[in-house]
């Protein structure tokens, strides 16, 4: 099983700062990771995937990279709505695995 | 637009079962594999299940194997998921989400329904 570690697990961002999150592969995944936003209370949004190919509808202020077993998930410009806790998750192997989660907080 | 719907979650003992059902609209339902994705309180992201499209292939996820079974209609458009033996860790909210042809990630997903497993 592909173990998935996120970084950090909480971050503290002020609205307009960038905020970088990082996903880490316990195997080289090639560029299989998809990367989801999910609000409290609500189901989880696709953002990202193939890495970095972002989803429809999703604002370029949300970029993706990384291959392998390092990715990271950067937004570039925080608004209000984008706090929020991400998650990375592989489809390269099953099972499929998610990471624990970043908590994005309001600085 | 996609539309998942879940249904069917409530409390039952431990040991139990339950079924919980998520209809489709809104695409090909025929054409897309389905998965199950649940979250125990507080807690983050767990993938359960998947569904061929044509239901010819089922993969589960070692903690539900042999007590979980996936099944489909593509005639209906919906999904079931069969519990059975259930446990006080498979408390949690039930995600139906949808496959991206072919490719396994997740790029539409129902509001969820909760499951308590509790005495």
């Known amino acids: 099983e592909k173990v998935m570690t996120q970084s950090p697990a909480a971050l503290s961002v002020s609205p307009g700062e960038r905020a970088t999150l990082s996903c880490r592969a316990s195997?080289?995944?090639?560029?299989?990771l998809a990367w989801y936003q999910q609000k409290p209370g609500h189901a989880p949004r696709l953002l990202i995937y193939g890495a970095s190919t972002r989803a429809t509808g999703i604002p370029d202020r949300f970029s993706g990279s990384g291959s392998g077993t390092e990715f990271t998930l950067t937004i570039s410009s925080l608004q209000s709505e984008d706090f929020a806790i991400y998650y990375c998750q592989q489809y390269n192997n099953w099972p499929l695995t998610f990471g624990g989660g970043s908590k994005v907080e309001i600085k | 637009q996609v539309h998942l719907v879940e249904s069917g979650g409530g409390v039952v003992q431990p040991g139990g079962s339950l079924r919980l059902s998520c209809a489709a609209s809104?695409?090909?339902?025929?054409?897309?594999?389905i998965h199950w994705v649940r979250q125990a309180p507080g807690k983050g992201l767990e993938w359960v299940a998947f569904i061929r499209y044509d239901g010819g292939i089922r993969y589960y996820a070692d903690s539900v194997q042999g007590r979980f079974t996936l099944s489909r209609d593509n005639s209906k458009n919906t999904l079931s998921l069969q519990m059975n033996s259930l446990r006080a860790e498979d408390t949690a909210v039930y995600f139906c989400a949808k496959e991206n042809s072919e490719e396994y990630f997740f790029d539409h997903w129902g509001q969820g329904t909760l499951v308590t497993v509790s005495s």
């Open positions: 809104g695409f090909s339902f025929s054409s897309f594999g």
């Open positions: 195997q080289s995944i090639s560029r299989n």
